[in-house]
């Protein structure tokens, strides 16, 4: 199954925070349980690293939510919040880079590309 194609906007100095659900070919949620995320900005295609984020949120909260972007959502529901901190945020300077979003089983080291893209940042004003 190919990657989904995704563009997202970044706002400078502002929390991004969304969610995507990842479901099977009988369009039921996969359980996440068994599984870790990564997922990197880059300047393009093997490119500079300007974010990397994973199923272990940094201490601002960046990363992946396997509880959605609430934070109680189970498990199994498949949702995936994705969270970018503010403060983190404030330190890009791209106009527009490249991600992907990966999930690897943890029994079996199966890697599934999940979504890939750009992203567009949008430059703050107000400091």
Known sequence: MAAGKYTFFIEQGATTDFE????????DPVDLSSYNGRMQIRTDYGGDL??????SLDNDGTGLNF????GTTPLASG???????????????FGEARYDLELEHTGSNYVTRLIEGKVKLSKEVTV
Do not use: P, Q, R, T
């Open 67 to 70: 509880s959605g972007s609430n």
């Open 79 to 93: 949702s995936i919040g994705i969270f970018i901190s503010a403060a983190s945020s404030s330190a890009f300077s």
């Open 20 to 27: 995507l659900v990842w479901k099977d070919s009988n369009d």
């Open 50 to 55: 300007i974010c990397s984020l994973s199923s």
